[in-house]
T-cell receptor, first 114, second 115 residues
Framework: AQSVTQLGSHVSVSEGALVLLRCNYS??????LFWYVQYPNQGLQLLLK??????LVKGINGFEAEFKKSETSFHLTKPSAHMSDAAEYFC????????????FGQGTILTVHP | GAGVSQSPSNKVTEKGKDVELRCDPI?????LYWYRQSLGQGLEFLIY????????KSGLPSDRFSAERTGGSVSTLTIQRTQQEDSAVYLC?????????????FGPGTRLTVL
């Protein structure tokens, strides 16, 4: 079985500040990890994914995440927040025989203040 | 556009009625997924279709829920005798081959409200 925990349902930052959204996972098989973003009234869009290889993954819009097996974490960061980053972010895991079926965290709403 | 489309975008129904939600995946994508997004449960997997294989129905919450995929393309999610707890946003996604590496492309969702 797999599960994802996102620490903090709401995160608020100032424009230009560091964005850090936390994600911890549990998986009995090597995990494949994803971050998705959802803007209001839109579907989910893939930001980045980790499958194998380099543990620091770069995605769209300046976001990156680092897979840390020892900490079972896959935190999402961005050095400088923009107003347009305001959205809900979901961490997800798949792996093993799940055939790409995603197990999502509860989501983190990011607010960016001017 | 060439993305995943869903219809209707909003559906309001009365408790006990049946509803059908439609998903048009990206052309050429062999895998199709349904998820449900609700306040209490977050994002939950419902069902997965891959090519001509038998679907993975392990996420369907009850036998009131069913889905079919015709001709390997369009999919319809049917909820019979709707209940208030069925109120949620139903999201459809497709991917090229359904593998664990494959990116899933999501539609905008159908917001279902059961009165």
């Amino acid at each position: 079985a797999q599960s994802v925990t996102q620490l903090g349902s709401h995160v608020s930052v100032s424009e230009g500040a560091l964005v850090l959204l936390r994600c911890n996972y549990s998986s009995s098989v090597p995990p494949y990890l994803f971050w998705y973003v959802q803007y209001p009234n839109q579907g989910l869009q893939l930001l980045l994914k980790y499958t194998t290889g380099a543990t620091l993954v770069k995605g769209i819009n300046g976001f990156e995440a680092e897979f840390k097996k020892s900490e079972t974490s896959f935190h999402l960061t961005k050095p400088s927040a923009h107003m347009s980053d305001a959205a809900e972010y979901f961490c997800a895991v798949s792996g093993g025989t799940s055939y790409g079926k995603l197990t999502f965290g509860q989501g983190t709403i990011l607010t960016v203040h001017p | 556009g060439a993305g995943v489309s869903q219809s209707p975008s909003n559906k309001v129904t009365e408790k006990g009625k049946d509803v059908e939600l439609r998903c048009d995946p990206i052309s050429g994508h062999t895998a199709l997924y349904w998820y449900r997004q609700s306040l209490g449960q977050g994002l939950e997997f419902l069902i997965y279709f891959q090519g001509n294989s038998a679907p993975d129905k392990s996420g369907l919450p009850s036998d009131r829920f069913s889905a079919e995929r015709t001709g390997g393309s369009v999919s319809t999610l049917t909820i019979q005798r709707t209940q208030q707890e069925d109120s949620a946003v139903y999201l459809c996604a497709s991917s090229f081959d359904g593998g664990i590496f494959g990116e899933q492309f999501f539609g905008p969702g159908t917001r279902l409200t059961v009165l």
